[in-house]
């Protein structure tokens, strides 16, 4: 490896740890359970005693690096925590660590660091899974937290932007005077958003109907067999790696009271959380309703302000820009860089939204002709 790309090497490094410790900062600063506030602190400290180590070589390379300055991905990461909370962010976070869980795999120097960033994934990926337990914090975010996360809502303005974009660019491309391709895109925005509300709303409604029925049948397993259900439930935490009496224990406590059993059997047993249900229909519905006509909302707005060639490129333009915004955003979940990530997305769908306009385009010609 030549010395200039060993020296950037460590530096990358070097940043990379210090903005994995800016976002467990923030992350333990937002959160109220002591517990997973202690978590993220301790994973704080062991990032900056990973970004400790890449100083050290950097400075035995005869290099003084530079202040450190949070990246994109971080400073909108810790906003995010900041606005909404650890619930929102931290299925997100959870898969961008384990996309970077192997970053050193290739690095001999960072044999002992790589061991610690797997671990550090599943323990995010632990805390993750219990999701439910984080939005019960803070009940006003538990709609959002509980189905619809950071992820799902970036994905729901994206489903809009794209698919309102291509069929905005479709109409006009079969030369439709500025007034059909506002009102098609209208249309698009509507039948698209309600058929995405109608979507979740089923979705999450056939979610909490099978989840009830798990319940019910649960709770006559404990009414009817409950020595059974005991032993079913101190095999699950054996199988966490309790010891026998320590499982036994802790079930037979549980077991006692049937409420509390039929709480500890739904979480361990179904993974159901039964004060959540699978989320709920309405406020899901609403919510991805309003995301996806976020999105369609950007292709058609210059329509109603311009007028020809004008409200085309405008359109063109607005969704481009709005296409690299959600691209960036996808950085935040995927591992790769906000720039990558950004122009990816906006080349991708912009070679749609083009082959889209030249079909419009042929087809407005033959059929006119």
């Known amino acids: 490896m030549k010395p200039d790309s060993q020296h950037r090497r460590l530096l990358d490094n070097w940043h990379d740890e ?11 600063a937002a959160e109220r359970d002591p517990g997973r506030k202690d978590i993220f602190a301790q994973l704080a400290q062991a990032e900056r005693r990973h970004a400790e180590v890449w100083r050290r070589r950097l400075e035995g390379a005869g290099l003084t690096p530079r202040p450190h300055r949070q990246d994109f991905r971080t400073r909108l990461m810790r906003r995010l925590i900041h606005w909404f909370g650890p619930a929102f962010v931290i299925s997100s976070i959870a898969a961008a660590e384990y996309a970077d869980r192997n970053k050193y795999a290739g690095q001999p120097d960072a044999a002992a660091l790589s061991s610690e960033e797997r671990g550090h994934a599943a323990v995010i990926q632990a805390v993750a899974d219990g999701g439910p337990a984080i939005a019960g914090a803070e009940p006003w975010h538990r709609g959002l ?6 992820r799902a809502a970036i994905l729901g303005v994206n489903d809009g932007l794209v698919s309102n974009f291509c069929l905005v660019m479709g109409v006009a491309g079969a ?12 249309a698009g925005l509507i039948a698209g958003a ?8 089923l979705s999450v409604t056939n979610a909490r109907e099978l989840a009830s029925s798990q319940l019910g049948k649960e709770a006559a397993e404990i009414e009817q067999t409950p020595e059974a259900e005991r032993h079913e439930l101190a095999l699950i935490y054996r199988a966490k790696g309790l010891p026998k009496d320590e499982a036994e224990r802790i079930a037979g406590t549980l077991m006692a009271d049937k409420d509390t059993a039929l709480d500890a059997m739904a979480r361990e047993e179904l993974g159901i959380d039964p004060k959540e249900l699978g989320g709920r229909p309405w406020r899901a519905a609403g919510l991805s309703l309003a995301l996806f006509s976020l999105g369609a909302l950007m292709p058609i707005l210059p329509f109603t302000l311009l007028d020809g060639m004008a409200a085309l490129i405008g359109s063109a333009v607005l969704s481009a820009l709005a296409l690299f915004a959600v ?3 996808t950085s935040l979940f995927n591992g790769r860089s906000a720039l990558f990530s950004a ?8 070679l749609a939204a083009a082959i889209t306009y030249g079909v ?9 002709g």
Request: charged letters at 5%; one cysteine or more.
């Open 327 to 329: 691209g960036a955003l």
């Open 194 to 201: 309600l058929s995405m509300a109608l979507g979740e709303w």
């Open 145 to 150: 937290a509980s189905g619809n996360d950071l």
């Open 18 to 28: 210090l903005n994995s410790a800016a976002m467990y900062d923030a992350l333990a």
């Open 175 to 186: 030369s439709a005077s500025p007034s059909s391709v506002l009102l098609t895109g209208c």
């Open 343 to 350: 122009l990816r997305q906006t080349v991708i769908a912009g």
């Open 360 to 368: 419009g385009h042929v087809l407005g010609a033959s059929l006119s």
